[in-house]
Every structure is written in structure tokens, then in C-alpha cells.
């Protein structure tokens, strides 16, 4: 008969003094509030020495506090609990052992006992898991809300039955929700001792923790061994942290490194890495006798102002030679660039304008070269109607409404290290003038567009007979290149539909979207215009040049333009009836042609420009873009190809393709009906009655191949085949691959296969890189938890000597 019973401190007062009114005094309780408790077999009461004994399936909860036991004994004057399991039937087992549950945190063990009042305990062959983590010991006391004392203790990640792995402590102290520190420490890989340390510390909770960071060590050709970044990881506040570490290699060399980051939500974040190398081989006195000093600085920062203002950096700079002597992984030792930016950008919203602001530095590692940008200002105003009394894009309206301007403007100051370290500069104002009038089903856009750049220098040519050479010489002051050109352009669209109503097509669309324009702009070679100067020379004859040809914006064209351009657009599109009860139609985009090119009437050579096609489709999943140029005229000639009865010759061919499909196969009781991958969709029949799981795959294929016709008798042909693909072997093994192939060289480029192992508790990965400059391979075996993502056994090997 299951006993069901609710204790008071009261209910026991009142029963002590009644029995014992006129020979003792009625004695209090430590018990502050309501004992809950209930037993499945039998409670018995103590009144004297006020303890109570539970059996059978005992289950008693005081305020946070829950046990569950076979047997429990509770005395309310030293508010002791002392719980325990029973031996079974047969006598060799033991059943219901007690399992307290103290503020969400579970302990297991074999005895135990609390202490209500001060919240104390001692567990025997104790079991408990915190974030994650698992905790054996052979005992277990607790001395503090948060402070346990573990004695035989063991640490682990991993929740099956038998551990695949733990650490051992012989004494070991638990923080609750901060950290394990441990001494002796063992690290057990199936129950094999594998790694010691005098002691330890562990996280229990995920998140950051100020404490020491464990060194990786290892090998390579250049440094021969390390032990890389021991040091220590400081959690300053909720807002920033700081790691320094040193790295020790053994052929003569060591690292400090530095990384401060900080962080306020919705504010800002960033970081400031730092880090210092000295390398160096041989004895003092040796003639080979060789050392380095390598550096590197990363500076990150991001911040919005205000909703209108924001401002960033990424800074990089390094010693040219620091990530080949330093670096351990392919990427790293195939560093090649370093590229830093600061910029501010502002959108000022009561003129519809933005300005900028821009720093940037290209550091070239393998040449040392620098080039950089200090600053870069930019102010954008696209666009405003002037005489719309402050009403954007007017449609309709008096014509004078709808006309409108834009500006843009640049200053670049910049430097390159590879030509000279002295900076140049210029500025660069666009300005626009557009109307846009609409007649009928024709839109009509007369524009205006005027450029004019800024330099404080110009480049003075001229013919020294002396030295029979053409020789410049720097002009200061300031000077301006001015140049603009006007015309009008026409555009609409046209519509033909046909409705054949067969296998379950119910139209064909296909929408021309003709464009034309007039531009015209004059010869500013001319000198009315300032912009070229001229020279006689050796021949006889006169050599125009530009006064701005090696300047930041270069100069005005050169030549006049009357030129008309044409454009035409086509999209086919393919509409069906729908199979499905909602009944709505499906839409497809067949196929996108392109086509452009240009008149120049005043030109006295080619007045006919190229012919440029673009065709972009898709069909069955497959993403198809190609591109083309056709020339008009024969080769290196003004003659037009009609007069052989030819319209053009192809002189530039490119083309690319790619698709993706991806599937799972899905449990044995269903049946596959299939799967999409990019539109396309594939049906499998599925095999019944055999073994259940989830079968993944994805494989995605691309090709591009270009041609460039530079002589009819020369050409230059390119071709990439690139592929990847991933495969679940079984649920717990997966195999990926990727590589290109270039059909034409003949060569496979860089083709890596992977191998991934889901190890329950650890995973491991195995990328091997069979062919190629990377040539090697890469195993890394870790633990899952993130709280130990430092605990793996990595070895790399490459053709470059990592």
C-alpha cells in the first residue's frame, strides 16, 4: 500500500509535546519549510529520536532538493539524510540507489548522505553530469552549494555505458558551472593510459573561461619540432577577453603572440592580434650562421555610429617572409597578399546623397611591394528633380518636373611602392543631366553627362635629337582634363504570345525589348580643348599624347563620337497547366539572349563595332551562360566581311555550365518520390527489407571553356572540368572529394578526397591531396565537446615540406 504523507514542523512540535509535555521540552527543527516526501512499501516514525525510516521507491523533496531511493533514513534534529540502495532477490545486485537532484544538477551513487540545513553531502561510488559532461568518483563530498571534493575522480564527454575515454584524477575538485581541477592527471582512450600531467584544469561549461590554454606540438621541415601556443586565456568582462601564447621550435626559434578582442551588442565589435617571431639557425661565429625577425599585426573593427553612419577596419600587415615561417598549413604557406581597409560611410538623408571615406593598403608578400590609398573621399548625390517641389521620379506633370541631375565626385591620394614612394593625387566630379518624357508605349531619355578631373601635375613630352629619344618632364601646378558627351536614347517592349494548349503547355511568351541611342561627343585631342599635347618625331611626323595618360583617372578620349547603339533584349518563357488541386500554372524562363553594338558615323576606320551576345538558360538543373564577340571586318583590315558573302567572323567564345543534385534515402517504411537538386528532380525505386538508414549524397559539376581568336591563324583555348561530391557510406562514415580537370593541358588540379568518421564521442577527418603543388594529406582526430575542442592528435604531411 503506497503511504502518502506531508510533514510539517508543526505537525511534530505539537506530537513531542504532547507525549512528553510534563518531562521534556518541545524541541526545535532546522527544517525551515514543507517536507514532501512518499514511500511505496512502508514509513515508520521514531517519535523519541524523531527519525523516520522510508522503504520501497522512496521519493522526498525539500525546496530545490529531490531524492529518489529504496531506503532512507531522515533525522529532523540534525536535519541528516542518509539514503542507500537494497540488495535484489538473488542478493548480488543491488536496485534503487539513490539518485539526488540538487537545483537541476543529478547525482547517482551507492550510499549517501545530505545535510538539509547546510546543504552538504558525501555520496559514495558517485555519478553526476554537468553541461555535458560526465563525472564518476569513488567518492564524492559535497562541501559547499557549488564545491564538491571528489576522490578516484573521473571527467568525461562521453555518455555511453563504458566512457571511450576519460580523464583521471586522483583528487579532484569541481566549481560547479566554471571548472575541474585535477591532480594527478590521466588521460584514458579505452581504459588505456595514454597521457599524464601533474594537474589539470577543465571547463564544466561551455562559454568563455579565463585559464591556462594546453600547447599542440608537432613537426616540420623547416622549424623541425614545436610546442606551440601554451599561454593563457584572460576573460576580462562580458565585453572583452585577452590570449597570449609562445610558441618553441627546435631548430632555433620562438613567437609571442597577443589577440585583445572586444564586443557591446548592437554597438560595436573588434579585435587588435599582435605577434612577434625570432627565428635563427647555427652558433654564433658560424659563416651560415642565418636569423630573422618576423612580425605580423591584425587590427579589426566595426561600429555603427549612428542608422546613418558607419565605420570599419580590417588591417593586415605582416613581415613579408611571416607566414612561410610560421605557418603550419597549406593555406598559410600559400599566403600570397594582404589586404587592409578603414573606411567611414555616411548617408546623409535630407539630400538623398552618401559620402565616404577609404583607406586601403595591398601589401604583395613574394615581391614586398606596397600599394596604398590615403585616403580615398567619395560623395554620391544619384539623383534629384530639382523643379518637382521635393516629389521624386514625377511621371506625369509639366515637363520641366521631370528633369533631374546627378553628381559624383572622387579624391584619391595613393602610393606604389613598385614605381616611386612619392603620393599622387587627383579628383575626379561626374555630372548628369537626364529627361525622361514618355510617348506612347516609347520611353525617351535625353541625357547630358559631363566629366572633369583634378591633378596637380601633367606629363610634358618631347623629341631630344641629342640623345634621338622621347623624353617627359614633370609639369606642378593644377590642371584639369575636361571632357563630356549628350544623346538621347529610345526604349520599349514588345509582346508575342502563342497558346498551343498541348502536352500540358498552355503558352509561349516571348517579350523584345529593343533599345537605341544617339551619343555624341567631340574630338577633345584637339588643342582648343587643352587636353593633349604633340611632338615631332624622328620621322617627321606629329605624336599627340595626353597631358594626364599616367594619371590617377587618365585623361579625355581621344577621337570624336556620333555613334549609334543598338540593343536588343530577349526573354522566351514557357508557362504550363498544373497537375496539382491548388491548380495555379508553372512559369519557366526558357531562354535570355542579349545582343549590342554600335555605329560610330565619324569614325574613318571601323565605324561598325564588334557584335557582343549574351545567352543565359537553364534546363533540367542545369545553369548555362555563354558569351560571344563578332568582328565585322576581316582580320587587321577596314574591309566589311559581307563582300565575301559573310556577315562577321567569331573572334572571343566563352562558355560555363554547372549543376548541383543532392538526395537521402529515407527510412524502409517510406518510399522515395523524389528528389530536387537545382530544379532537377530524379525517381529511384527503393529496395524493401533491407537494413534502415539515411543515405545522403550531393554532387555538384561544372565546365568552362573560353576561346580568343587573336590572329584567324592563332588561338587561345582554355577548358576547367571542376567537380565535388559527398556520399553517407553508413550513418556514421562519409566521403567527399573535389578536383578540376584541364582537358586541354591534360592535368588534374588540385583533386583532394575526404573521409569523415563520426567516433560517437570523436570525430575524425582525413583529407589526402594525392597530385599537385599541395600534394600530402591531413588526419585530425578530436574530441566532439566544444568545451574540449583542444584535446585531438592532428598529423600533416605535404609536398611542401609541412
Request: aromatic fraction near 16%.
Amino acid at each position: 500500500m503506497r503511504i502518502e504523507i506531508i510533514v510539517l514542523l508543526i505537525f511534530f512540535a505539537t506530537i513531542n509535546a504532547q507525549e512528553h509535555a510534563d518531562t521534556t521540552k518541545v524541541r526545535k527543527s532546522e527544517i525551515d519549510t514543507t517536507v514532501v516526501y512518499t514511500a511505496v512499501d512502508s514509513a515508520i516514525y521514531d517519535v523519541e529520536n524523531r527519525n523516520m525510516f522510508l522503504f520501497g521507491n522512496a521519493d522526498i523533496k525539500y525546496k530545490t532538493m529531490r531524492l529518489r531511493s529504496a531506503f532512507v533514513r531522515m533525522n529532523l534534529d540534525s536535519t541528516l539524510l542518509e539514503a542507500s540502495g537494497i540488495p535484489d532477490s538473488t542478493g548480488n545486485k543491488i536496485t534503487g540507489a539513490p539518485i539526488l537532484n540538487d537545483g537541476g544538477e543529478e547525482y547517482h551513487g551507492f550510499k549517501l548522505a545530505y545535510n538539509f540545513k547546510t546543504q552538504k553531502g558525501r555520496i559514495t561510488q558517485a555519478t553526476t553530469q554537468m553541461e555535458n559532461a560526465f563525472y564518476y568518483g569513488d567518492r564524492v563530498k559535497k562541501v559547499d552549494k557549488d564545491v564538491l571534493f571528489v576522490y578516484k575522480g573521473r571527467y568525461t564527454t562521453c555518455d555511453a555505458e563504458e566512457p571511450h575515454f576519460y580523464i583521471e584524477g586522483r583528487k579532484m575538485k569541481i566549481i560547479v558551472n566554471d571548472k575541474v581541477i585535477a591532480r594527478p592527471v590521466v588521460l584514458y582512450i579505452a581504459d588505456v593510459p595514454v597521457f599524464a600531467l601533474p594537474f589539470g584544469v577543465f571547463p564544466n561549461k561551455s562559454g568563455r573561461r579565463s585559464g591556462f590554454i594546453p600547447p599542440v606540438w608537432g613537426q616540420t621541415y623547416n622549424t623541425g619540432f614545436y610546442f606551440k601556443r601554451f599561454g593563457y586565456y584572460w576573460a576580462m568582462s562580458d565585453y572583452a577577453d585577452f590570449a597570449t601564447t609562445f610558441d618553441w621550435y627546435t631548430r632555433g626559434g620562438w613567437q609571442v603572440s597577443s589577440d585583445f578582442r572586444y564586443a557591446l551588442r548592437y554597438k560595436f565589435n573588434g579585435a587588435i592580434g599582435f605577434a612577434f617571431a625570432n627565428f635563427y639557425s647555427g652558433e654564433e661565429g658560424d659563416p651560415d650562421k642565418t636569423s630573422s625577425k618576423e612580425w605580423r599585426l591584425n587590427i579589426i573593427h566595426s561600429q555603427n555610429i549612428d542608422p546613418t553612419s558607419r565605420i570599419s577596419a580590417n588591417v593586415n600587415i605582416s613581415t613579408n617572409n611571416y607566414f612561410r615561417a610560421t605557418g603550419t598549413t597549406v593555406r598559410d604557406v600559400l599566403q600570397q597578399t594582404l589586404i587592409s581597409n578603414v573606411s567611414y560611410s555616411k548617408t546623409i538623408e535630407s539630400i538623398n546623397g552618401s559620402i565616404s571615406i577609404n583607406a586601403s593598403r595591398v601589401q604583395n608578400l613574394n615581391t614586398g611591394t606596397v600599394d596604398e590609398v590615403l585616403p580615398e573621399i567619395s560623395f554620391s548625390l544619384p539623383q534629384v528633380f530639382p523643379f518637382a517641389g521635393g516629389v521624386y521620379g514625377v511621371t506625369d506633370g509639366k515637363w520641366h518636373q521631370r528633369l533631374s541631375f546627378g553628381y559624383s565626385s572622387r579624391f584619391v591620394n595613393k602610393r606604389s611602392t613598385a614605381m616611386t614612394k612619392q603620393f599622387s593625387y587627383g579628383m575626379a566630379h561626374n555630372l548628369s543631366v537626364n529627361f525622361a518624357p514618355t510617348i506612347r508605349y516609347f520611353n525617351v531619355t535625353p541625357f547630358f553627362t559631363y566629366y572633369e578631373n583634378w591633378y596637380d601635375r601633367r606629363t610634358i613630352k618631347f623629341y631630344n635629337p641629342e640623345t634621338k629619344q622621347v623624353e617627359t618632364k614633370i609639369q606642378k601646378g593644377f590642371f584639369q582634363a575636361r571632357y563630356f558627351k549628350f544623346g538621347v536614347s529610345v526604349s520599349t517592349k514588345l509582346y508575342g504570345i502563342w497558346q498551343p494548349e498541348i502536352f500540358g503547355i498552355s503558352g509561349f511568351r516571348h517579350t523584345l525589348m529593343p533599345s537605341v541611342s544617339l551619343v555624341y561627343q567631340p574630338d577633345f585631342s584637339s588643342p582648343f580643348w587643352k587636353n593633349y599635347g604633340s611632338y615631332v618625331d624622328s620621322t617627321g611626323q606629329i605624336v599627340k599624347y595626353s597631358y594626364f595618360e599616367n594619371s590617377i583617372f587618365g585623361g579625355a578620349p581621344i577621337g570624336k563620337l556620333q555613334s549609334l547603339n543598338v540593343g536588343i533584349g530577349n526573354i522566351f518563357e514557357m508557362k504550363t497547366t498544373s497537375s496539382d488541386s491548388a491548380g495555379q500554372p508553372k512559369k519557366y524562363q526558357l531562354l535570355n539572349l542579349n545582343l549590342s553594338f554600335s555605329y560610330n558615323f565619324v569614325d574613318p576606320n571601323k565605324k561598325l563595332s564588334p557584335l557582343f551576345v549574351t545567352a543565359r538558360t537553364t534546363i533540367a538543373g542545369i545553369d548555362i551562360f555563354s558569351s560571344s564577340t563578332f568582328d565585322f571586318y576581316k582580320f587587321n583590315s577596314t574591309e566589311l566581311l559581307i563582300r565575301e558573302g559573310k556577315i562577321a567572323r567569331l573572334t572571343n567564345f566563352s562558355l560555363a555550365f554547372s549543376f548541383t543534385f543532392s538526395g537521402r534515402k529515407k527510412q524502409e517504411t517510406e518510399r522515395m518520390q523524389g528528389i530536387e537538386g537545382t530544379g532537377a528532380e530524379f525517381f529511384k525505386n527503393y529496395e524493401p527489407f533491407k537494413p534502415s538508414f539515411e543515405f545522403g549524397w550531393n554532387f555538384s559539376f561544372g565546365f568552362d571553356f573560353s576561346l580568343s581568336r587573336i590572329t584567324p591563324y592563332q588561338t587561345i583555348k582554355s577548358a576547367n572540368l571542376r567537380f565535388t561530391f559527398g556520399f553517407d557510406v553508413t550513418k556514421n562514415w562519409r566521403i567527399m572529394g573535389s578536383g578540376s580537370y584541364d582537358p586541354i593541358r591534360k592535368e588534374i588540379v588540385v583533386p583532394s578526397i575526404s573521409i569523415y568518421r563520426d567516433l560517437h564521442c570523436w570525430e575524425a577527418n582525413f583529407e589526402w591531396r594525392p597530385v599537385g603543388y599541395a600534394r600530402g594529406f591531413d588526419l585530425e582526430i578530436r574530441v566532439k565537446a566544444p568545451q574540449l575542442h583542444d584535446l585531438k592528435i592532428v598529423k600533416r604531411k605535404s609536398n611542401i615540406g609541412r
